[in-house]
């Protein structure tokens, strides 16, 4: 029987698997929202126990991962007026394929590191390593701004999973710091696509490609 | 109190420039705060130190010796930038490169962002919790987007779209990395650097070395460390002269995170793989930057592979350990005011020859009499030729690997030094000889004082620094290197 925590988490590897399937980048961030969701609830489920500080840095994320973080994306993404589908360089079924090597080798180096203490479910390590690999490959392989701005969140997710269920003693100001922190960096990114956007008529970072030796 | 002021005032500071409406009201501002934060820096130089927030907060030594520098380098970039928005043309005017039509960015945002990227770095250097040195570190590559984009033109903008995605993602993994080492100790642990210190023999050695490493990548992302250096040099060359300057800065204090993690390393006894990976990542980026300093077309572009190769002698010294971790210290200052002149002579450069090409350059010591030969020692001073203070730090990390025998390793450093000596004065001294050219400025036009001034003090301070290190500089200095050692 698989608890709610460990739920979250194979959620988190099928919608991995979805973000580097699809073509379309609505549903992309649609996937990563609901992963936000879902990691939102870890930290009252990780240490059983509903304290104020748990309740607060559990709304607070639902509310930026689930809410504005979309509403953000989904925002400059109708301000470019480009067609909201990802151009991947790596196609579909080959970034599937990736999905798989990438999932087999988290696996492995979950084994190759057990996490000392108790309560720590042993999926934790696999499903981290693979979120992280699942949005560098992202970053890499796809051409638009938005689309790597999409997959930097989900390399973020997958840190935050890891992070949520991990930790019980991290303060409060820590939590709070990094979610500004990640709050401010989407901001900031999405009005640098809104520049892009302006200045070139397109959201193609591939043609960002001027700069070089 | 005056430890408190140096994260608060540029910080409010910064958030009053960009409600300001008068562009004179708020250059003063800057101007006064940045004095504000170099007395602040001073009186807490020799305060004892005192915990705040239980202790989140706290300047230790080390954290001293990386706000002195910041805060003398902010200082110098406040004059400049004060007269350089005064110079800058308003409204719309003409890309020296391509010929197109660009704009300038508010100067109200670029102000209010310069002075909260203070507030940040001043924030890195007082934090004593891991969790919250990440977010000091994240919140100045955020406070600093935005200056990089401050001429409008889509150069800028693809360097900006760099820097804000690669050091993103590097500091992601520094975020993994610092869950990671919390994770070593059970989970039980918090990410307090007393805490983690004190629980250092507990820790679990496999996850401990897997956090250093991610937590290496990622800071060294943002200290642009080779191969993770790529965003650099884009950012250096497009962003204006005051920023890079300020750039040296934020290189500066994410080696400080870096060293802050070492510091748990050591606790726990696994000193040597830290330290054999952080002399590989030095001696990588020397390299790397040597190859590119070479074959230098751009004095920008060539200027930021020079931090490149000095952030790879910092990694270096530190990983030598021992009297090398004080060279390296050492160095960080010396570096931190010759790039920094460097920097602004490179603006005033660009200013009067509107090229950024090496080949474009010729007679800099005849049309410009105060810039010329500031250049001129400012070659001299980066390249570690004596009497400047980078000779003496370079000398100290050389002996530092010559007694503790690594012959091979301190070839190849010296090897290196020689191959950038050789890309960076032949460079710099093409530009600085010779008979001015067609887009030379006219002779006898005299150059403003808020462009000279700073760049001479800074050179004033490089040479200082190698004839004489004041009491309690070297006091703090010690006890620094002995903190971050591990010794």
């Known amino acids: 029987m698989l608890s709610l925590v460990e739920l979250i988490l194979v959620g988190l590897v ?20 609901f992963q936000g969701v879902g990691l939102a609830l870890l ?29 953000l994306l989904f925002r400059s993404l109708e301000s470019a007026h480009v067609r909201a589908e990802v151009e991947p360089y790596v196609g579909y079924s080959n970034s599937l394929l990736f999905g798989v090597a990438a999932l087999a080798i988290s696996v492995w180096l979950g084994s190759r590191m057990p996490l000392p203490g108790s309560g720590v479910p042993q999926l934790l390590t696999p499903v981290a390593f693979f979120t992280i690999l699942v949005g560098l490959f992202g970053i890499v392989t796809r051409r638009k701004a938005v689309s790597q701005v999409v997959n930097y969140l989900v390399l973020e997710n997958g840190i935050f999973a890891f992070g949520a269920v991990a930790l019980h003693k991290a303060q409060f100001l820590v939590e709070m710091g990094i979610l500004l922190d990640v709050f401010v960096a989407v901001f900031v990114m999405g009005i640098a696509i809104f520049r892009i956007n302006r200045e070139f008529d397109h959201i193609d970072a591939d043609r960002l490609a001027l700069l070089k030796e | 109190m005056p430890v408190r002021l140096t994260i608060l005032a540029p910080a409010a500071a910064g958030a009053a420039a960009f409600v300001i409406p008068d562009n004179r009201v708020r250059r003063r501002l800057m101007v006064v705060t940045a004095i504000a934060h170099l007395v602040f820096t001073l009186m807490a130089f020799r305060a004892p130190a005192r915990q705040m927030f239980d202790g989140a907060l706290q300047l230790d030594d080390p954290g001293r010796l990386f706000l002195l520098i910041t805060s003398v380098l902010f200082a110098a970039a406040a004059f400049y930038t004060a007269g350089y928005l005064k110079r800058e043309a308003k409204g719309q005017r003409q890309d020296m490169v391509e ?24 924030f890195v250097c007082l934090a004593q919790n891991l969790g919250l040195l990440w977010v000091g570190v994240e919140a100045t590559t955020l406070a600093s987007a935005p200056l990089v984009y401050f001429h409008r033109h889509h150069r800028s903008l693809e360097a900006t779209w760099k ?20 994770l ?42 080779a191969p993770m250096h790529t965003w650099l040099p884009d950012v250096y060359s497009e962003s204006p002269s005051v920023v890079a300057l300020l750039s040296t800065c934020l290189l500066n204090v994410s080696f400080l995170a870096i060293l802050r993690v070492r510091q748990v390393l050591c606790a726990a006894g696994q000193a040597d793989f830290g330290n054999t990976l952080l002399v590989f990542l030095g001696l990588t980026s ?10 230098q077309t751009d004095y920008k572009r060539l200027l930021a592979y020079s931090s490149v190769e000095h952030m790879g002698i910092l990694a270096f010294g530190a990983g030598i350990g021992g009297a090398g971790m004080f060279g390296s210290l050492m160095h960080l200052l010396v570096h931190g005011v010759v790039k920094g002149a460097m920097f602004l002579l490179a603006g005033n450069i660009l200013a009067a020859y509107m090229t950024k090409n090496v080949s474009g350059v010729r007679g800099l010591l005849r049309a410009l009499p105060f810039s010329g030969p500031l250049w001129v020692a400012g070659l001299l001073a980066l390249t570690g030729m004596p009497p400047f203070g980078a000779f003496v730090s370079e ?7 010559l007694s503790e025998q690594r012959y091979v390793l301190a070839g190849i450093f010296l090897l290196l030094l020689a191959m950038a000596f050789i890309g960076i004065t032949t460079a710099g001294m093409r530009m600085a000889q010779g008979q001015p050219g067609a887009n030379a400025p006219e002779a006898g036009k005299r150059e403003p004082w808020s462009a000279t001034l700073p760049p001479l003090a800074l050179l004033l301070a ?11 500089l070297s006091d703090v200095m010690t006890t620094a290197a002995r903190i971050t050692g591990g010794f």
């Open chain 1, 14 to 33: 099928l919608t991995n698997l979805v973000l580097l399937g699809t073509s379309r980048i609505g549903l992309c961030i649609r996937m990563v929202a």
């Open chain 1, 43 to 71: 930290p009252l489920l990780g240490h059983g126990e509903f304290t104020p500080t748990a309740l607060f840095i559990s709304g607070a994320t639902a509310l930026l991962k689930g809410w504005i973080f979309p509403l």
């Open chain 2, 99 to 122: 010929g197109r039509i660009f704009s300038n960015s508010p100067e109200a945002r670029f102000t209010g962002c310069l002075l909260l990227f203070l507030a940040a770095m001043s």
């Open chain 2, 163 to 182: 820097y804000l995605l690669l050091c993103s993602v590097g500091i992601a993994l520094a975020l993994f990395g610092t869950y990671m080492l919390a």
């Open chain 2, 184 to 225: 070593s100790g059970g989970g039980e642990v918090s990410l307090g650097l007393p805490a983690l210190m004190a629980a250092g023999p507990t820790l679990n050695p496999v996850l401990l070395k897997a956090a250093f490493v991610f937590l290496l990548v990622g800071y060294g992302t943002k200290m642009g460390l």
């Open chain 2, 286 to 295: 020397m390299g790397w930057a040597a190859v590119f300093l070479l074959r």
């Open chain 2, 395 to 401: 000398l100290t990390i050389l002996r530092a690997a």
């Open chain 2, 462 to 472: 490089a040479l200082l620094l190698g004839l004489y290190y004041p009491v309690p």
